[in-house]
């Protein structure tokens, strides 16, 4: 690849990475349990596929420390984060030890045995149907085999302009 292809590269990457910075996006902590082990990242790149049957697909960097225990436990958890919980977000998205952050809230199991956040917004229990591997992620398809709703009244943190926000 010459150098004007390498910055063409480049400079695309770098336009949609703003461009993406400007897609306001709900604010999840993505949990899993089973043989492969407990573990959980804050995601935003969460996105319903259909409702029949209740699909949802989650994005994940197959780099991740996590990436392996999704693979194995093919059960996940997606807990929707009310406006109060920015700090546990920032603790699941950094790197700190997986016990640490399940520590610093309430969970319970849901049917997939995937933790469930207990004053989550709205957590998805749901079973890994497939996956499909595009540039340095893994987009898994998740058939949703429960919903626990949370209280109407919370309002939504939200991810915008890579700043963290409010909607009621």
């Keep these: 690849m010459d150098m004007t292809s390498r910055d063409e590269v480049e400079t695309n990457r770098l336009a949609f990475r703003e461009g993406m910075a400007k897609l306001a996006a ?3 902590i993505v949990t899993t349990d089973g043989p492969g082990g407990l573990a959980g990242f804050t995601a935003s790149a969460v ?6 049957p209740p ?6 960097n197959r780099s991740s420390s996590v990436a392996s225990a999704f693979d194995q436990n093919r059960a996940l958890c997606v807990n929707t984060l009310a406006s ?3 700090a546990l977000s920032r603790l699941f998205g950094g790197s700190t030890l997986q016990e640490e952050r399940f520590a610093a809230a309430e969970w319970t199991s849901g049917k997939t045995g995937a933790p469930r956040l207990t004053d989550a917004i709205v957590s998805f229990d749901c079973e890994i149907e497939s996956a499909v591997d595009s540039g340095t992620h893994r987009v898994l398809f998740c058939r949703v085999v429960d919903i ?3 209280h109407d009244e919370s309002e939504a943190l939200v991810y915008f302009k890579r700043r963290y926000h409010r909607i009621p």
């Design 148 to 150: 626990a709703h949370g």
């Design 47 to 52: 996105c319903s596929v259909t409702d029949t």
């Design 55 to 60: 699909t949802l697909i989650v994005c994940l």
């Design 26 to 28: 709900a604010v999840n």
């Design 84 to 86: 109060d919980r920015e």
